[in-house]
């Protein structure tokens, strides 16, 4: 399984490929915002994203309303991991076209519970 961490923090991206690869996860891809996101996208591929939503160029909201508008890309779970807490802003981020949300920090075992969620929906 590809994942794609989207996230303009290094520091982070790394966090989170070293938590999915500790979890299994080896086929790890990467992008510092939600443009170089659908530019990875269109050349990898991913069965999985991960992103933030706090990005330069094109947030996360904005990069996930554009992973959807793509045929082969809008059925791929995302995994929203921010700071963003608010309620109302997981109802953008629903709308937006995540499938889930994880707010940072987060535990491997959240991570790994909200992955596993997902991969059950998309083989349903």
Known sequence: MRVLIVDDSSTMR???????????????????DGAEGLQVLVSKGAD???T???MPKMD??????????MPEMEHVPVLMVTT????????????????DYVVKPF??????EKITSLAVK???
């Open 84 to 99: 963003h807490a608010e309620r109302n802003d997981v109802v953008l981020a629903l709308q937006a076209g995540v499938n």
């Open 48 to 50: 999985l994203v991960l």
């Open 60 to 69: 996360g909201r904005e990069f996930v309303k554009n992973l959807r508008t």
């Open 107 to 112: 535990t491997p075992e959240l991570l790994q």
């Open 14 to 32: 790394r966090i989170i490929a070293n938590t999915l690869k500790k979890l299994g996860y080896e086929d790890i891809v990467e992008a510092g």
């Open 52 to 54: 933030d939503w706090n």
């Open 122 to 124: 998309v083989r349903a």
